[in-house]
């Protein structure tokens, strides 16, 4: 089914394809487990990271996760390539497609960009997060870890909190998670939503207080300073006061309910300082690290889906 198949955005997957990706991942999640963390089933294939814009975990994830499938992999940065001397990105791409690359992973500021440039080369592209777009990937390593604690969708209550208008986190997950049956939420000031809320078609509230308690899922959006080109939300003591998780409101999310976060989390914004530092029963709660983690499955599993 996703033999050759471009990863752009969530809409383009079926809930076939999607299955398929989540039950992939199983057994590359047991590989990644191994003293000896590699297979053979893309040696001979050419993968290049193409960034256009920084990442820690998105590029280090493709990267580690090509390797571990035997595959070479090319990390390509804009900042040091000829971009810099004045070539176009499509010239870029021409002298990379000549080198017989067989997929290439496109991270790109300007929403839309990974979709065109998909559109104009015919091998597959992965987008690894454009603009205010899409995340796919993300979404699926979200999803996936949803998958792992409570094994089925239906039923399940998601809040997603913080910046939605300037996240494509929020776009791609909110568009995953109802795809897959589970019911979502928006947590977020009016300032923070964007203009056409009803594309979304979920509930809307102003304050994380008004979901922490019945929510089976609390994800918190990173608040993306780099892309708010005029200050939008009052101050960060504001946020705090409405938005922010705090061991207090941890204390009061059911049993069994868990918090996510895509990372990189700006401490003492969208969640405490000692939240992050929880312990015991409260920690078990995080699955920040997990969602890592399983973000190495879930893009091994598709190398592996659209590459084999
Ligand atoms: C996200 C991104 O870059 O879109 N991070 C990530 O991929 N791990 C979320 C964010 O930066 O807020």
Redesign the pocket.
Known sequence: MLSKKSIIDIDSLTVEEVSQILERTDSFLEVSKRDVKKVPALRGKTIVNLFFEP?T??KTSFEIAAKRLSADIINFSASTSSLKKGESIFDTLKTILAMSVDLIVVRHNCSGTVKLISKTIDIPVINA?DGKYQ?PT?ALLDLYTIKKRFNDFNGLKAAVVGDIVN???ARSDIELFKKMGIDVTIVAPSMLLPDNMDYYGTEVKNCIDDVIEDADIIYM??M?FERQDRKIYPSVREYNKFLGLNTGRLKKMKQGSIVMH???VNRGIEISEEVMNASGELAGKLEIENQVTNGVAVRMALLYLILS
């Open positions: 990442s975990r998105t997060g995340h993300q996240s494509r986190v959006l990173r993306q895509p990372g990189p």
